[in-house]
């Protein structure tokens, strides 16, 4: 078995689970969240929870009136029996109003459970929003974004249920307490001792199946990766071509054996040790019974009382088991809400730009001295870029895969931040423009762009979320974009649901997605930088060649930059840099490259070739 399933503590989570007590911290915080989610219902709680509190203790006094009643109008000569009737009225009464407490509570949990569930998962959601690029690439953080969302959104609820649970069965122990120290008070301290046994096996393994949850955070995201492989429409052609289905299914398999063997044999470890201790405690309760049915015998106590304290015992000890089993799931829920305030506190860099526009009017973009490497790798993957486009130029970007096109894109939009040096636009840095004022100064189509499973209108209009229904706008970004024609093809037009998901979903092909995709970036008509990172090439070599030079025509007075591994294209941009390992290794125009023989020659060359 791993080791991290024998309740070693790693050093990571040394600090959360130091201590008992501490670990608690997190209890305060849920009962904030909880109340400013709905104060009626949660007041609502607390109300029928002292109710529900009190009348089980009210019960048992007045069954044990009953029993002394019945047993005084059997000696009596009339046999009267409506001292006896008013008692089981009575207790009816109290039943009912019990009954009444308990439905309200499941009510209102029910309620509150779906609210507070949207709340923490919308908090989640717009904390998601907040996160740099460089996060949701780095494994950590997404094990640590998984963990949230699997188990932290349900724990809030689930805290504030077992206080109040809590709560309720402390108002009844005072309430048995109350009675049973008429007979005896070793009695009371027989009560209480007799669940501390199971209540602590519950709390210490309670902590080893929260350092389960954490360690296996990679796994269970593998597991629901290839479930996702398996089973989803995109991937469906080459498992079935490559015969994958089998191999990946065997995978999942192998993945679930592990987990529930550690699942296995942590659940028999919990199970045997409660079992144990608990019967220690069965034994206390029952010898208390047996004190209880002798006091009786020996004419010490009424039949009436003998019931009570039976009954008070009975439901006593339960009241000691679900206080101290609600102590040890609030443990375990205080453990499991630290992965959620975790993930919420996670430090985001504040962007402190505020530039609307740049200090030097129509200057373009520069890039000095820029290099940048991905956190957690030591390879650069740009070194000392120095470029300069002017507004109405065109920039191709050449090079292998991996040399750091795409790189040099995500910094331009500031996706990712230069490790060294600094790229302008207008003259003013990046880093000092205001996010939202930058960025629709930019339209971008990546490779990998994104294929919504939404509205193919709306898939256009997510370029410009300010218009994203502007059905007028669409129709303009679709004709600049070359879509037109394949949306008035389609019978529902810009209403056509896209995707398999749902019902009635359309797939395209992939020059087509292309053309939506393209047509996205042209949504935004504020957009005075344009880039395509090779976003069309699932298409020919003469349908690309179509777009780019309708795509020039609409970027006279604008920034155009592509990436393509096609020279047809490419020769038609005013400038080209070749990269190779991150640096620039040549730039010029198609002549000067042509002239200078080197990389780029070669590379035309070769293509060319392949033309002839």
């Not at 080791?3 to 989570?13: I, N, V």
């Not at 499973?453 to 709306?458: C, D, H, T, Y």
């Not at 020059?511 to 393209?518: H, M, S, V």
């Amino acid at each position: 078995m791993s080791s991290h399933s024998t309740g070693k503590s790693p050093s990571t989570l040394t600090g959360s689970v130091s201590g008992f007590a501490g670990v608690f911290s997190y209890s305060r915080r849920a009962m904030q969240l909880v109340w400013t989610t709905s104060r009626p219902l949660s007041a609502a709680l607390a109300v029928l929870t002292m109710i529900a509190g009190t009348l089980p203790a009210s019960i048992a006094f007045v069954g044990a009136h009953i029993v002394d009643a019945v047993l005084q109008a059997m000696r009596s000569a009339d046999h009267d029996a409506q001292q006896v009737l008013q008692w089981v009225i009575l207790e009816g009464g109290l039943v009912v109003m019990l009954a009444g407490a308990q439905r309200g509570l499941s009510l209102c949990q029910s309620l509150l459970r779906a609210q507070l569930g949207q709340r923490v998962n919308v908090m989640i959601l717009e904390k998601a929003l907040t996160l740099q690029l460089a996060q949701f690439e780095d494994s950590e953080f997404y094990d640590k974004l998984t963990r949230a969302r699997r188990e932290a959104s349900q724990r809030p609820l689930s805290l504030v249920m077992r206080t109040f649970g809590l709560l309720q069965n402390l108002i009844s122990l005072i309430s048995y307490a109350t009675l049973l120290i008429h007979f005896s008070v070793w009695a009371l301290v027989i009560l209480l001792c007799a669940g501390l046994p199971a209540f602590i096996a519950e709390a210490k393994f309670s902590g080893d199946a929260f350092r389960l949850f954490r360690w296996r955070s990679p796994e269970t995201r593998m597991q629901t990766y290839l479930e996702a492989v398996v089973a989803r429409e995109d991937h469906a052609k080459e498992v079935k071509l490559f015969e994958l289905g089998s191999l990946l299914l065997n995978r999942y398999k192998q993945i679930f054996y592990k987990l529930y063997g550690e699942d296995r044999d942590l659940t028999i470890r919990r199970d045997t040790w409660g079992f144990f201790l608990g019967l220690a405690g069965t034994i206390a309760l029952y010898s208390a019974y047996a004190w209880i049915a002798l006091s009786a015998v020996a004419t010490r106590i009424t039949l009436g009382q003998m019931t009570m304290y039976l009954m008070l015992f009975r439901q006593g000890q339960s009241a000691v088991s679900a206080s101290l089993s609600a102590v040890s799931g609030l443990y375990e829920d205080n453990l499991y809400l630290s992965t959620l305030y975790e993930y919420l506190e996670t430090p985001v860099a504040k962007s402190n730009g505020y530039a609307l526009q740049g200090s030097v009017q129509h200057d373009g973009i520069r890039f000095e001295n820029v290099s940048f490497t991905y956190p957690g790798t030591e390879q650069p993957a740009l070194q000392d870029i120095n470029l300069h486009i002017k507004p109405g130029e065109s920039l191709a970007l050449v090079g292998e895969n991996g040399s750091g096109k795409t790189t040099l894109i995500k910094l331009l939009t500031r996706l990712y931040t230069p490790t060294n040096g600094r790229i302008l636009l207008d003259g003013t840095d990046l880093q000092q423009w205001d996010e939202s004022a930058l960025r629709q100064r930019i339209g971008v189509i990546f490779q990998d762009f994104a294929r919504y499973q939404l509205l193919l209108g709306e898939n256009i209009g997510a370029g410009d979320v300010q218009n994203f229904d502007n059905e007028a706008r669409w129709r303009t970004a679709a004709a600049q974009g070359m879509a037109a024609s394949i949306i008035e093809a389609l019978p529902a037009g810009y209403q056509t649901q896209l995707g398999k998901w749902f019902k009635d979903g359309r797939e395209l092909s992939g020059g087509q997605w292309q053309k939506i995709a393209l047509s996205r970036a042209f949504m935004r008509s504020r957009a005075d930088i344009l880039v395509l990172d090779e976003p069309t090439a699932a298409m020919d070599a003469a349908a690309e060649a179509q777009i780019f030079e309708h795509f020039q025509t609409l970027t006279r007075d604008r920034i155009a930059i592509l990436i393509s591994h096609r020279f047809s294209t490419v020769r038609m941009a005013d400038q080209i840099i070749v990269i190779r390992n991150g640096r620039i290794i040549e730039h010029g125009d198609h002549n000067q490259l042509m002239q200078l023989g080197e990389h780029y020659a070669h590379l035309f060359s070769l293509q060319a070739r392949g033309y002839q």
